[in-house]
């Protein structure tokens, strides 16, 4: 089940509901993450730099359970990743609820090691999503990785961030392909780091994804120290998520 209201310390700050939770970084889930997601970036095998993915789906038990009874979906996000880390760590979650009307949701996160921002984002929910093909959409992306999804690999990977199934793990689990085929496809031969990653959603629902292969897609649109590149993920005809990464030399 989701984390329980005991997890978690709730508090105010002005008009704003603050949810906070510490999390542990454990060594052993984020090397099974790594592998689930096939991310064979050194700098998080080698050097053990957490990965901004791994953190970025971390949040999904708390997501989970701020918006499990408001019967809406996560159509957006983006977060930047402020200073690296090492694992094994704790780390705290912040998530501030800063709209919750008529059917949409507004959050800002922050991901703090000891008194040190290392990830902050914003996020939204809606009670609808716009289904929109893909089949135009791949057309302008190299399609560089391909995964046949089951319901093992989605327990497996619940397991790594410490959840159940949810909507935002849901979604979290298909962005996390995006850095991988990011170092598989142009970061072989530099040291890469994240920076940012935007992604708007275009799915809801478990069944949409079990037993379907998710396609990633990834277009470098600049190159430069710090390259910006499109990044599509499909399932079938359909887009699964739309946005954008910011990765490149460290």
Request: hydrophobic letters at 35%; glycine letters at 6%; one cysteine or more.
């Amino acid at each position: 089940m989701l984390g329980s209201a005991e997890q978690f310390e709730v508090s105010f700050k002005g008009k704003m509901i603050v949810f906070e939770k510490k999390f542990q970084v454990e060594e052993e889930k984020v090397l099974k993450f790594l592998d689930l997601t096939k991310d064979f970036n050194p700098a998080h095998r080698k050097e053990r730099i957490t990965p901004g993915m791994y953190l970025i789906a971390s949040l999904s038990d708390l997501l989970g359970y701020i918006t499990q009874d408001k019967n809406t979906y996560l159509r957006e996000c983006e977060y930047t990743f402020t200073k690296p880390s090492l694992f094994p760590c704790e780390v705290k979650q912040e998530v501030y609820i800063t709209h919750d009307a008529n059917g949409e949701i507004s959050l800002d996160v922050y991901v703090q090691k000891d008194v040190e921002v290392i990830m902050k984002g914003k996020i939204k929910y809606s009670r609808e999503l716009i289904h929109q093909s893909a089949d135009e959409e791949k057309k302008d992306v190299e399609i560089v990785r391909k995964e046949k999804i089951s319901s093992e690999m989605l327990k497996e990977f619940y397991e790594s961030i410490k959840t159940t199934e949810n909507e935002a793990a849901m979604k979290n689990f298909l962005l996390s392909f995006v850095p991988g085929a990011l170092v598989d496809s142009f970061l072989k031969t530099e040291k890469g780091i994240y920076v940012k990653q935007q992604a708007s959603f275009y799915m809801v629902g478990l069944d949409s994804i079990l037993t379907k292969e998710i396609s990633i897609g990834i277009k470098r649109i600049n190159q430069k120290r710090i390259s910006k590149f499109r990044t599509l993920g499909t399932l079938g005809r359909c887009i699964a998520f739309d946005g954008y990464a910011l990765a490149g030399q460290e």
